[in-house]
């Protein structure tokens, strides 16, 4: 027996552990293509609804999305209790995001940022699709966003 023996077979169960964690890693991202009469990239105070569910640990909960553009490079998303209390309101500017109030269960980043990329598939390239679903297999989290309507005015 090789000296080296033990020494190898720790890294391929490390190697292993790596690749199998990269597998379970994906993440899979469903969007649906807007109504053609939705595709207005000049309007900056539309403020859209979504119905928002969050699925994780055998756990849902639901919400209402308000999803708006304050700027050119500026959105805003403020999600509430279907009862009507803010959970969360994120600003976004750019690469960054401010955020104005958010419930201390989700007050985590890896929530926050999770939550932040999500909801930029909605604003991206103006699009605001019909529906999104994101399945992330890490956490096991599914995000579901569908169209409610549109509302006049601003936040």
């Not at 033990?6 to 993440?27: D, E, K, Q």
């Not at 995000?143 to 005015?153: E, H, L, Q, S, T």
Request: proline fraction near 6%; aromatic fraction near 8%.
């Amino acid at each position: 027996m090789n000296g080296f023996e033990p020494y190898r077979a720790f890294v391929r169960i490390v190697a292993g552990g790596y690749v199998l964690l990269l597998m379970l890693s994906c993440t899979t991202v469903r969007i649906s293509a807007p109504a053609p009469e939705n595709q207005n990239n000049t309007v900056t105070n539309r403020v859209v609804t979504y119905g928002f569910s969050l699925d994780g640990k055998g756990r849902e909960a639901e919400g209402v999305l308000y999803v708006g553009k304050t700027g050119p490079q500026k959105e805003r998303f403020v999600l509430t209790s279907p009862m009507g209390p803010t959970l969360l309101d994120l600003e976004t500017d750019g690469g960054h995001y401010t955020v104005h109030s958010v419930i201390p269960a989700l007050n985590k980043k890896k929530v926050l940022n999770l939550l932040w990329k999500d909801f930029l598939l909605i604003t991206k390239d103006n699009a605001f699709p019909d529906s999104i679903l994101v399945a992330h297999s890490v956490p096991r989290i599914v995000v579901k966003i569908n169209r409610m309507n549109d509302a006049a005015g601003s936040f």
